[in-house]
Every structure is written in structure tokens, then in C-alpha cells.
């Protein structure tokens, strides 16, 4: 059997740099993977970061990465699998939706419309972008201490300041803003390829009791939906220490539906 493609979709202040490592291990099991940037997300993280504020990156819409990863998908040789983290991952969600792959893997992902929380953590988490007191077409910067407590909370500080330098950029508030509108509505109902929702059990920014309920919310009992907590783990998960435990078993899971 021929390898399958691979298509990693990072999430907000984020680039395709946080990937790299689990591209270097899918790689080595035989799979091909394609990380495409978000619209202007092809340049260095310092580029990035100087160039704010940058009003191109204010005008980004969740609609405008959609369309920009369909295009980047349609034009693969095969169906792809998608792995997408946070945003990236509601993105895998819907791009599975619109019958863009052959499978997909939501890890820590953005709620779709309708799912929501008012605990402490995610309000605290999310209200740099979330808060209506900030113009919409001014791009949010992530401070070290708000990516602590959203990301990288209970890893030792240097490991939080590393992984601030090396991955953090800024972001558009329109993104989070659209993921709340019906442009990331989901049919739960219509049958849909193999997906896993993956957690982590002390995330801040998306708390485990929403992912759960995203999972919950899948009703076709035709259709593979499968859901796994990964323990004491963050928001940052995919580059938090031992992060190979989550890819190996996301391989795992691609091995059971013989992809």
C-alpha cells in the first residue's frame, strides 16, 4: 500500500514551524506531509512578530484559511489525512466536513459553533482576542505571561520561555470572532470519514470539557468518531516533552483504519 499524504494545519499564533518534529517522525514511518502556512504565515516567526502590527493580518478571516487550505488539499494527488491543532484542528473538522479527506485529527480543537464554556480558564485564556473592547482590524499580540497560562502552563519555565521565543507570532481577532459564527457549524449527523478528537486533561485555552462535548455532539453511528485524553497535558501539547507519546499514538490510530 502506498503511503498516505499528510496534511498538518497549525492553529492560531502559530506558523507550520511547530510541526516540523511530527513531520520528521510521520516521515519516517512512510507517510508524506504538507505544511501549508496560513495566508502570510510563510515567512520567519521574527519577521513575523516585527512586522506588528501588520493590518494584512488584521483583515485574515477563518473563511479566508478555509479556502486557502481547500485550495492547497484540492491540488494533492490524493485525499489527504488531516491533522490540525487548536484552530487548525476546527479547520480539520470542517475541510472533513466538506469531504476533503480521508481522515482527520483534531487535537485540542476550537469548538464549533455552538459549543461553549464560561468557565474562568477559557474566558481568561481567550480574551485577548475575544474581547470586544479592542478594534477588530487591530491584530493581537501574545504576551510571555499570557502564553504561560494558555499554552505552556505546568511546564518548567525555561521550556515556556523557549517555546515562546522559538513558535509565538501575532494573530487576527477576526479568526476566533468568524469560529463563533455559521461558517464553523458542524452536521454532526452526516456520515463522515474516521476522526479522532484528542485533549489535553489540564488545557487551559481549550479545556477538556469542550472537546469532550465536540465529540459527544457526533450522532452518525456509521461514521468512526473517537476521542483520547492525554494526561496532565497542556494546550501545547504537540510540543510539550514527550510530545512523541501523542503522535505515536495518532499513528496508532491511522494504523487501526489502515491509512
Known amino acids: 500500500m502506498s503511503a498516505s499524504t499528510i496534511v498538518f494545519i497549525h492553529g492560531m499564533y502559530m506558523t507550520?514551524?511547530?510541526?516540523?518534529?511530527?513531520?520528521?517522525?510521520?516521515r519516517s514511518k512512510g507517510y508524506r506531509c504538507v505544511l501549508p502556512a496560513w495566508p502570510g504565515r510563510d515567512?520567519?516567526?521574527?519577521?513575523l512578530r516585527k512586522n506588528q502590527p501588520d493590518l494584512e493580518l488584521g483583515r485574515l478571516t477563518l473563511q479566508g484559511i478555509l479556502e486557502h487550505l481547500a485550495v492547497t488539499i484540492k491540488a494533492l494527488d490524493e485525499k489527504p489525512i488531516l491533522i490540525g491543532h487548536s484552530m487548525g484542528a476546527l479547520a480539520?473538522?470542517?475541510?472533513?466536513?466538506?469531504?476533503l479527506s480521508k481522515a482527520g485529527i483534531a487535537i485540542d480543537?476550537?469548538?464549533?459553533?455552538?459549543?461553549?464554556?464560561?468557565?474562568?480558564?477559557?474566558?481568561?485564556?481567550?480574551w485577548g482576542h475575544i474581547t470586544p473592547f479592542a478594534a477588530q482590524s487591530w491584530p493581537v499580540e501574545m504576551s510571555f505571561e499570557r502564553f504561560q497560562y494558555a499554552f505552556v502552563n505546568t511546564m518548567p519555565l525555561a521550556e515556556q520561555r523557549a517555546a515562546f521565543e522559538k513558535y509565538a507570532v501575532p494573530e487576527s481577532r477576526?479568526?476566533?470572532?468568524?469560529?463563533?459564527?455559521?461558517?464553523?457549524?458542524?452536521?454532526?449527523?452526516?456520515?463522515?470519514?474516521?476522526l479522532?478528537?484528542?485533549?489535553?486533561?489540564?488545557?487551559?485555552?481549550?479545556p477538556v470539557g469542550l472537546v469532550k462535548a465536540n465529540f459527544k455532539k457526533y450522532q452518525n453511528p456509521s461514521?468512526?468518531?473517537?476521542?483520547?485524553?492525554?494526561?496532565?497535558?497542556?494546550?501545547?501539547?504537540?510540543?510539550?516533552?514527550n510530545w512523541e507519546e501523542v503522535a505515536d499514538y495518532c499513528m496508532e490510530w491511522l494504523g487501526r483504519q489502515n491509512l
Open 16 to 26: 507550520p514551524l511547530c510541526w516540523e518534529e511530527w513531520a520528521e517522525r510521520f
Open 43 to 47: 515567512k520567519p516567526v521574527e519577521t
Open 92 to 99: 480539520t473538522q470542517l475541510l472533513l466536513q466538506d469531504d
Open 109 to 126: 480543537s476550537a469548538p464549533p459553533m455552538g459549543i461553549f464554556t464560561a468557565q474562568w480558564p477559557f474566558l481568561k485564556a481567550n
Open 174 to 194: 477576526r479568526v476566533p470572532r468568524q469560529s463563533l459564527t455559521s461558517l464553523a457549524r458542524i452536521d454532526f449527523k452526516k456520515p463522515h470519514v474516521p
Open 196 to 206: 479522532l478528537l484528542i485533549a489535553g486533561s489540564v488545557d487551559h485555552l481549550i
Open 223 to 241: 461514521s468512526v468518531t473517537d476521542y483520547k485524553e492525554f494526561s496532565g497535558r497542556n494546550h501545547f501539547l504537540i510540543g510539550q516533552k
